[in-house]
């Protein structure tokens, strides 16, 4: 899926964790960290597609392996949680961070194949390549619906986000999306795009021939 909706839902993960976690614990001192969660949780819904770049100086990555962690981040946002709420609330700003990469890389299980129809995402625990279910495929009427739903939800959240420094929620929430838009639309279209384009022709090619 596109980095713009990862980081979108993200975004609404780490507001929605802050309001959770608020009405549970009765602190008003964790609603009032909703921008930094907010923020936080976009940014995590980034983190796992840093493996597209692949080479990183003698660092190889393979994208949808190296920092995609459907089950870890999860467990990891979990602990963090329980962390925050017991000893130290500055534990919950990582939490966010782990959340939306757990959001990303369980998102792109429901998404089209990258390099082989056989893996979607790869699940580091059982040390095995989770199939995709293509039902949201990359860049389809189905995936900008789904962006279009989280703009709204982000909308709708925006005047309840507690503000950063001198900006309010609502501020917040517009400058934070359109850098996300503006960054990830460009990157999506003048690179993803083509290059997964031949690479999907090339992945049926290759499967046609086995048949």
Known sequence: MMVTTHMGCGFVAGFTLALILALLTGSPTILGLSGFLAVCG??????????RIEHLG?????????????IGYGILALVLVYIGIILDVKCLFLASLFLGAWLHSFMDIFDDFYLDPDHGVYEHIRKKWIKPLRLIPFASQREWSLQSLCDVAAISISPFISGIYTLSGWILTALTYLVVWAASTFYEFKYTVPKRLAMINEALKTQQART
Do not use: N, S
Request: charged share 20%; aromatic share 8%; glycine share 8%.
């Open 42 to 51: 976009a940014l995590g819904g980034f983190i796992p597609d840093i493996d």
């Open 58 to 70: 003698p660092i190889r990555m393979t994208h949808r392996k190296t920092l995609h962690y459907p």
